[in-house]
């Protein structure tokens, strides 16, 4: 029975639908940003099947800072990606940056208020292209 069940983590490893907890390599070093008290992100879709990363950024600053605390903390994120995924553009973006007075902003508000306002998925690619890594 454990043989099945090791062969069974191992197909889902394989897939992308269990993987390893890469992302601590990334996590690790967004708490050692200033005003960063927590990050929980992880990436779904391994191999080809980059599709997304999701989770949470937890700051110790209020709704008027947080965007400016965000910014350096995302482009580290976004270099880790690019790396990642070879500048494969198209992994979805799904991280939310919670405040200390319960605000919260969506890394795409970096982009303007042209990304800011829109309800659809942005991808890495947008942020490649912000921090001039394309």
Same mark, same amino acid.
């Given at each position: 029975?454990?043989?099945?069940?090791?062969?069974?983590?191992?197909?889902?490893?394989?897939?992308?639908?269990?993987?390893?907890?890469?992302t601590d390599s990334l996590n690790d070093p967004v708490e050692e940003f200033e005003h960063v008290t927590?990050?929980?992100? /992880?990436?779904?879709? !391994?191999?080809? @099947? =980059?599709?997304? &990363?999701?989770?949470?950024i937890h700051f110790d600053v209020g709704q008027d800072q947080l965007l400016e605390a965000l910014d350096p903390v995302w482009r580290e994120v976004t270099e880790y990606?690019? /790396?990642?995924?070879? !500048?494969?553009? @198209? =992994?979805?973006? &799904?991280?939310?940056?919670?405040?200390?007075?319960?605000?919260?902003?969506?890394?795409?508000?970096l982009l303007g208020s042209e990304y800011a306002d829109q309800d659809a998925a942005v991808h890495f690619g947008d942020f490649f292209e912000h921090y001039g890594l394309i």
């Open positions: 029975m454990a043989g099945g069940l090791a062969g069974m983590v191992a197909a889902l490893v394989g897939c992308g639908r269990l993987l390893p907890s890469r927590s990050s929980e992100m /992880e990436t779904s879709g !391994g191999g080809t @099947m =980059r599709t997304s &990363l999701r989770g949470d990606v690019f /790396e990642l995924d070879d !500048g494969f553009e @198209m =992994r979805r973006v &799904l991280v939310v940056a919670h405040g200390a007075d319960g605000s919260t902003v969506a890394p795409k508000e």
